[in-house]
């Protein structure tokens, strides 16, 4: 992208203080880990990277008014290396970044990542934000529309919350075991009802193709989908 020069600061999300900072703001290209063996380095994550970043690059400098829910989209199997790329970015990222009181990524993400082996329940979607920016938010938990009563952080088993904005393009992919991607109304600066491209479901919640696809910030972005709970599978006894 050019920006290694743009400032970063790496941050997790802890339930109990918020977000935790980890000493003062460095240059985009030195937010390095120490922590990768250059096998790995020169081995699956470049080839990893080589995949991704013909996939991703060509949204970073479009304009918003040509990116709709039409042209924001991926193939499965495109879709597979971007969700690996994330787990992975996001494994690095821990590295660099406060550990806080818990964990902010399951035990399993870098086995994930490696192996190629990302859990169903991950969920991945899409936006434009107005505000270009460089940068990486990762938690473990989320919000969470639970009998329909919003609360604000919720963790559960094995669940994580990934977030990467590069330019105007925000990707975020929750793991989230047997939930649900809910839509919250959220419009932009427009007034116009804002709902994200969804790349990994079966079926896109409930909106309408005249919904914009440009958010006006994160916050909003996030904002637009919670996690709703699926109902507990009944099994029948024999009679």
């Known amino acids: 992208m050019g920006r290694k020069n743009d400032p970063l600061l790496p941050a997790l999300f802890a339930s109990t203080g918020g977000w935790e900072t980890n000493g003062n703001p460095r240059a985009t290209g030195n937010v390095v880990t120490k922590r990768v063996c ?22 970073l400098n479009i304009e918003s008014s040509q990116l709709t829910h039409d042209t924001l989209q991926l193939s499965p199997e495109n879709l597979r290396n971007v969700n690996r790329w994330m787990l992975k970015t996001a494994c690095c990222l821990r590295e660099v970044a406060p550990r806080g009181q818990l964990e902010k990524l399951p035990a399993s993400a870098s086995r994930w990542a490696f192996e190629n ?29 639970n009998g329909n009563v919003l609360h604000e952080y919720q963790q559960h088993r094995e669940s994580f919350d990934v977030l990467v904005q590069l330019n105007h393009l925000a990707v975020r992919i929750v793991n989230a075991p047997n ?7 959220v419009r932009n600066f427009r007034g116009v009802l804002c709902t994200p491209n969804f790349w990994s479901h079966a079926s896109q919640p409930p909106g309408t193709k005249n919904d914009s696809s440009v958010f006006d910030d994160v916050p909003s972005f996030i904002a637009a989908c919670v996690v709703r709970p699926l109902p507990p599978t009944t099994v029948e006894s024999p009679s």
């Open 179 to 185: 939930a649900e991607f809910s839509l919250m109304p």
């Open 117 to 145: 082996a990302l859990p169903p329940s991950c969920k991945t979607y899409a936006g434009w934000i107005r505000e270009s920016s460089c940068g990486f938010r990762i938690s473990r938990g989320f919000a969470t529309l």
């Open 38 to 59: 250059h096998d790995c380095n020169t081995g699956w994550m470049c080839a990893l990277e080589a995949a991704v970043k013909p996939v991703i690059e060509p949204w």
